[in-house]
């Protein structure tokens, strides 16, 4: 009963398998090896047109970069506020983007369209003492487990658009956004107007395995420096690229994601039917967020269940009532039928 | 015949095995799991005194977030010229410490301790114009393939700590170094005055293993926000543990060194009787220079052998004639005796 | 009728003279004159106790290096959401501190203690992910023309205290503030537990003239570095000392601002007795925001006037009417009482 | 006696009254007077051409911020090995640009051009490892006194234009140059391929008076967020202005250039016809240096002037006796023949 984080989870045996083939052979070092070429030809296929990509060690350090390949002096990124960079990197952000993270509000995990339009307007392009608008972030699928639909991605992006603004995806769960809109990579990022994502495969079966996704090429011309720079230049690439081949070959990464989901569609669908618990809001990917008694979470936790507490919305003070508690439950590729169900039947008891 | 770097290796059947077994299982992400905590205990022992240890992705990171451990504004960091800080991390030593690397010159890649004096003393604590002396970085082994002895470390320490200045170590190389001078792990490091240890295990069958040894634990206090802001932390941080569990099991780490510093002999006894090739210089780790006849390398290349020519050091114009180039050779945990004997036979008919 | 900003007016005549009779003589540059030692003593007579004192080109530089001598890698900064080191500062805070501007709420552009005691909670000392807190600056006077009482600021600093956290204080009004509380400059500082004061000369009475004063002599130690590295170490630094000597002789710098502060309060009780203008809100010091009729505005503009527009503060929404405008107008040592009865004769005719 | 530096020299009358009358009255600030407008199109007049101008509070600030608009991650800087970006400016280049100063070696204080064209080739624009070329720098009149021919200009900056490198030319002493040249202002900058000089007047006879003029205006795009950033925009930049103006008034910066430039050559000639000192080298700025017997420096130092010692060229160890002394000698607008002739006398006696 492990829903501390998808990042509990171990590899995917197919993902181990490839791993440890590639360990037994010589190769070319820095990303150089033929492998290396293969992997990155594979994201074309993926989506459907020539992209650049790169890959580095960790999420912040996809998200981070991305945004240093954005950078202008004097530049604000505008991100959800409880967006990962703003609320889980350490000011990596800043730190190698040079630029200012501006929080913008919305219901559900998601920017808010007239807010963002509202806060881009007070950094205009010559504003020298303010700032001025350089880049805009999303997350899919959000931090709060739900996912932007098609329409609402065009809506914000179409806002940065017409502000000249470049858009930057934050997918650390990419593939479970991805399976929860049914739509194709290639809908939910550059056919809406995104220039570059970080690719997260660590969360869905990889053990290390980031990349960014260049579409807007012309972002990624100092790239290869900038990691470099960034100290994010695996000698031995290959590793990663050895776990991206496994996780892109066939459906896989996708499946993966959809067990994920669907075992939190389980999840959500027991807790919805109890008295004892209730979820705290709709999600539609891998994260579920429940309102447990404090008994039954307690009794969970005896019982060996991993997970933590969030923080009650501060616009929704009475979600939480006194003898309860409001907890993140995330699911894996790694989770089982069975994980889910016992702790169901804990809650229930409890 | 797989001489072009170390790093073109694979991984150690034993450091696979570890990690597949690893990838089956769920545990505390971001170093909080029972393995990160057994690993780290290991490096106290393996050290001989309580060490704090930080993982991080990449050699270039480890030396550089070391450097910036040891920030001071306007402080400069003492380097051989030669160094990896110097010539191959594309400014990232600059960018994390904020520091300059000035270059010292010494003799077969180690830093000459006069003219380390001197160059210290161009560096007092209150020189506001010029800059402010900070820090001493160490190459061990150097990127030339020779090894400072016990003596040649504690002179170039000794001058460091008469001016307050702590002393880093980049060990990319550490284990073949341990392995040539035939000492332990703490006699070449914290008894020889050493601060911070940059313990690299890729190179040596990890695929991706380096760590950030603190001697000096002042020097630790803030690291764990230093990773983080840079980027550097893992969420699944166990999967560097298990392989630095497996790679430091018994004397597995030195045994691997050991080999390779032995293919490397094998190859330096070979060359040595050879009339169409020569040592450009000794060396006693697992890189070895070589002056070959651009027939015998052509003909190498063309059977597959892969390996890097090296420039000719300014100073030695004469080393290298007209038909002839130098080459760098390095081996590795994987190298066999069979590369080696074939490559030497090329030479040899060359 | 300079109402724009008090950056808007010259020099004082008396601080005029002595830059003049400096400037026909020889002196050791950087600092290192007997003017600037001089100069830099009165600061101890100043504030009472000895102080480390700096002097740097601008109020952005004030702020922003007092904050990077508080750095504390992947610390955060709390300050008012209109503070001008996020307002006006174009991320330059954040560039030299390497730290975030954490924004916090508070009625009439002071911090509320409460707001401040929850978002300091937000950023504990092992907070590794969200950031963790390492420093607060107040802005005495404030950006919307109020006072912190001396109670006000020991409730804000006492929080600080219990947390470890080292106070700034940006002061580039003030001598408008302590004017205007009738108190000592120790009294308004130290003495309330303030670490570093931006002091400003610069908007009341000098052309350039912007000090820092360390009341926290721990946080000085490198700061000569910080300042040099930062490009803001004046060859000709006696020339600053030479105003800040004029600027502080006898009671010259309060008295300038006593005229300032004087005439505002003539300007706010000619808008009292309007009934085409009102004040939006109550402030003390020489700024003061109106709302004046459109047409009183434009009229006010043929005429000469010089002033700006004021944003209306988003929870008031209904402050301004739909002929009306919000301003800002700022009056300056420079300020007569004749450019204020035109004025409000404007205002009171429009 | 003041041959420290031309900085221990205070300010010109005419710069000083213009100053004075600026004081008097008000202005739009940060740059938007009239003032600033004009002073900025006498630039262009100046330089027979249109040039972006940005007035900054330092020299270190001119060199830095320079630098910093021709950023490139992984770029190196080439500079003269004792240019003050190297020598004396605490690394504050290095901080505003992100990149390395690389030193070259050359006679003279002048780039010698084969070496940095071996230079540059070793950093290619694809050395993702060691750093790739992105600028080059040279200091006119440079630190040890001499002046760059034309023709000497032309030969670095065409090695330059022919790599794609952008030149900046560190003009602290620009006047002091042409006058020595006796040639034009764009003659000498970007007739010659200068993209960026720092315009120092500071050490010519302002109190604080520094330019960065861009004839390549690409560079100049984000600049102005760039000097903001950096905390250099002055609220009362017409003060800068002001002096500007008086200085470029008819001649009088050229002629306060050749007054220095006289003094200097008084004393050249002076110590040339003498038995107890000498030139150490020859130059044609207002920078001497000289031998000088330790006794006649001391009875100079005991007779109140003021010199700092210069360090020995390491290539010309013999250059200095045992009981001789190697002094810097300045002079500026400010020095007297009087001065000269004194000095000379004590030498002639010591």
Redesign the interface.
């Known amino acids: 009963m492990?829903f501390?984080?998808d990042?509990?989870?171990?590899?995917?045996?197919a993902?181990?398998d490839r791993?440890?083939r590639?360990?037994?052979?010589?190769?070319?070092?820095?990303g150089n090896s033929e492998l290396d070429k293969t992997v990155e030809a594979r994201f074309n296929e993926i989506f459907e047109r020539d992209v650049s990509v790169f890959f580095?060690?960790?999420?912040?350090?996809a998200n981070?970069?991305s945004l240093a390949s954005m950078a202008?002096?004097?530049?604000?990124v505008f991100a959800h506020s409880e967006a990962h960079v703003i609320?889980?990197?350490?000011?990596?952000p800043?730190?190698?983007s040079?630029?200012?993270?501006v929080p913008v509000e919305g219901a559900g995990g998601k920017i808010d369209p007239e807010k963002l339009s509202s806060r881009i307007a007070g950094y205009p392009q010559d504003s020298?003492?303010?700032?001025?608008a350089a880049a805009l972030t999303l997350t899919q699928a959000t931090e709060t487990g739900t996912v932007y639909s098609l329409d609402e991605i065009d809506a914000l992006t179409a806002i940065a658009r017409k502000k000249g603004l470049p858009v930057h995806m934050d997918g650390a769960r990419f593939a479970n956004a991805l399976v929860a809109l049914g739509c194709s990579p290639a809908e939910m990022t550059w056919k809406r107007g995104v220039d570059v994502l970080s690719f997260g495969g660590?969360?869905n079966g990889c053990?290390?395995a980031e990349a960014i996704v260049f579409f807007n090429q012309d972002l990624a011309r100092?790239f290869?420096?900038?990691r470099?720079?960034?100290?994010?230049?695996?000698?031995?690439t290959r590793?990663i690229s050895a776990q991206f081949e496994a996780y892109l070959e066939g459906d896989r990464w996708l499946d993966l994601a959809r067990h994920a989901n669907t075992m939190a569609d389980r999840l959500r669908a027991g807790i919805r039917t109890q008295n004892s618990s209730r979820l705290a809001w709709e999600t539609t990917s891998n994260e579920v967020f429940a309102v447990l008694s404090k008994a039954a979470a307690t009794s969970a936790e005896n019982k060996g269940a991993?997970f933590y507490g969030w923080p009650v919305p501060l616009n929704q003070p009475d979600l939480v009532g006194s003898d309860e508690t409001l907890v993140r439950l995330v699911t894996s590729f790694?989770t089982t039928e069975e994980d889910i169900d016992q702790f169901l039947a804990i809650c229930k008891a409890g």
Chains 1, 2, 3, 4 share one sequence.
Not at 7 to 13: D, S
Not at 22 to 30: L, Q
Not at 56 to 61: E, N, P, Q
Not at 72 to 76: D, E, F, L, N, P
Request: aromatic share 14%; charged share 20%; glycine share 10%.
């Open positions: 492990f501390a984080s990042n509990w989870a171990g590899a995917h045996p993902i181990n791993l440890s590639e360990s037994t052979r010589f190769a070319a070092a820095y580095v060690s960790t999420g912040t350090a981070s970069l202008r002096t004097g530049g604000v609320e889980d990197e350490c000011g990596a800043d730190f190698f040079g630029m200012r993270m020298l003492h303010h700032g001025r660590t969360k053990w290390c100092d290869a420096f900038i470099k720079r960034s100290a994010q230049l695996f000698s031995k590793f991993k790694a």
